[in-house]
């Protein structure tokens, strides 16, 4: 069966530390795989989109990897702030136009 | 600033009431979503749309139908609420093509008593 897998629920760590969440997914295919940041009681925001070609890509102190041999994706916040605390979902679409399918997402804390 | 508008943050409704969830964009996609998010589940897809009067079911239909009669908008309908529709439902939209990302709105927290 088809699943995404974010391996960790909870996440905790010091200010300033890189914080490296992990999404693995079984029996898909997808071109690319998308990230969102999710604060409670709102819906998710769109982060970062990476495709199957791309081994790396990054926006600010946001660095996605995709690594389609593992079937993995890397989402890395670097020096890391209290105000990233929130739940981080990956999101992918097997080939064709499908809706996104979403993990159960990760709750990362950042202790001052 | 473009965004999806879901029209109640909050609502109480009492099991066998028909509720309508409203959603609107102001972005011009051609795509819009329906989830549901439960806690230890994650977002569960319930109906999707891809054109103007077109749906597709997604994979937890039961219960619910769609609306979308003007491309803008897109009803969720609970045709008789029922106590395990209790649920945080987040409306999305995005651009046709499998490479752009979804634009949610703020979600509605439906509680069926």
């Known amino acids: 069966s088809q699943k995404i897998e974010q391996n960790s629920e909870a996440l905790n760590i010091q200010e300033g530390k890189t914080a490296t969440l992990t999404c693995n997914y079984t029996n898909y295919s997808p071109a690319y795989l998308q990230w969102y940041r999710q604060d409670p009681g709102r819906g998710p925001v769109f982060l970062l989109l990476i495709r199957e070609n791309e081994k790396e890509k990054r926006k600010e102190r946001l660095k996605v990897t995709f690594d389609t041999t593992l079937k993995q994706s890397l989402f890395h916040i670097t020096a890391s702030q209290p105000a990233d605390s929130a739940t981080y979902l990956c999101a992918l679409a097997d080939s064709g136009n499908t809706p996104l399918v979403f993990g159960k997402g990760t709750r990362l804390s950042v202790i001052a | 600033d473009v965004k999806v508008t879901q029209s109640s943050r909050y609502l109480v409704k009492r099991t066998g009431e028909k509720v309508f969830l409203e959603c609107v964009q102001d972005m011009d996609h051609e795509n819009m979503f329906w989830y549901r998010q439960d806690p230890g589940l994650g977002l569960r897809l319930i109906y999707f749309s891809y054109d103007v009067k077109m749906k597709e079911k997604g994979d937890i239909p039961e219960g619910y139908s769609v609306s979308r009669e003007k491309k803008e908008r897109f009803s969720l309908i609970l045709e008789s609420a029922s106590t395990n529709q209790t649920s945080m439902y987040l409306c999305?939209?995005?651009?046709?093509?499998?490479?752009?990302?979804?634009?949610f709105g703020s979600g509605t927290r439906l509680t069926v008593v």
């Open positions: 999305a939209s995005s651009l046709s093509g499998r490479s752009y990302g979804y634009t």
